[in-house]
């Protein structure tokens, strides 16, 4: 069964760090880009980070550039997301996702067509 | 940056078709997604590429796409349709890949 299994989120005040992990498995984790995408409370999705297979290609928001680093290890089938300079904005829960990219003769395309359950991560004093 | 926009809500009655719009420039030119998000969930993939289910999907799901606007179309609408429906694309300038619109609330009434 394919799955993917977020963990490392909690409470954390106002520019502390927190580092989310995600362990995949039932699939060839190394053969698939990833993404994190989060879900503030009550609020839509918002796509946070993206990594290739290889991890050579990072692309992260806005909101979070220069703050969240993405990572990944091939060999441990894991995903990472090291969260530093927190917000109260960046409470939401974080999900991966596994991340499906490619061209047909017209167009590229972009989905996530697996995800986690998410992780919660609580910005607060 | 690049938006695409949905109505906040849809309501249907069981068995009626419900229809869900989502908006944007660059879909034209760009595929776009439609994830399925119940509450305390996550989101699954419902249709990818515009109009392709996935496996496991009911072929009550479908998708089209006509200009700007791409239309999630649910066919004799059940109960446990109600749910959030986000649509996702990317903008035409390859600058933005992963953007999503800001969902709509199916309610079944």
């Known amino acids: 069964e394919v799955q993917l299994v977020e963990s490392g989120g909690g409470l954390v005040q106002p520019g502390g760090s927190l580092r989310l992990s995600c362990a995949a498995s039932g699939f060839t984790f190394s053969s698939y880009e990833m993404n994190w995408v989060r879900q503030a409370p009550g609020k839509g999705l918002e796509w946070v980070s993206y990594i290739s297979s290889s991890g050579s290609t990072i692309y992260y928001a806005d909101s979070v550039k220069g703050r969240f680093t993405i990572s990944r290890d091939n060999a441990k089938n894991s995903l990472y997301l090291q969260m530093n300079s927190l917000r109260a904005e960046d409470t939401a829960v974080y999900y991966c996702?596994?991340?499906?990219?490619?061209?047909?003769?017209?167009?590229?395309?972009?989905?996530?067509?697996?995800w986690g359950k998410g992780t919660t991560v609580t910005v607060s004093s | 940056s690049y938006e695409l926009t949905q109505p906040p809500s849809v309501s249907v009655s069981p068995g009626q078709t419900a229809r869900i719009t989502c908006s944007g420039d660059?879909?034209?030119?760009?595929?776009a997604y439609w994830y399925q998000q119940k509450p305390g969930q996550a989101p699954v993939l419902v249709i990818y590429k515009d109009s392709e289910r996935p496996s496991g999907i009911p072929e009550r799901f479908s998708g089209s796409s006509s200009g700007t606007t791409v239309t999630l179309t649910i066919s004799g609408v059940q109960a446990e349709d109600e749910a959030d429906y986000y649509c996702?694309?990317?903008?035409?300038?390859?600058?933005?890949?992963?953007?999503f619109g800001g969902g709509t609330k199916l309610t079944v009434l």
């Open positions: 996702a596994r991340a499906i990219v490619g061209a047909t003769s017209n167009y590229y395309y972009y989905y996530m067509d697996v």
């Open positions: 660059a879909l034209p030119k760009q595929y």
């Open positions: 996702q694309s990317a903008d035409s300038s390859g600058t933005y890949h992963w953007v």
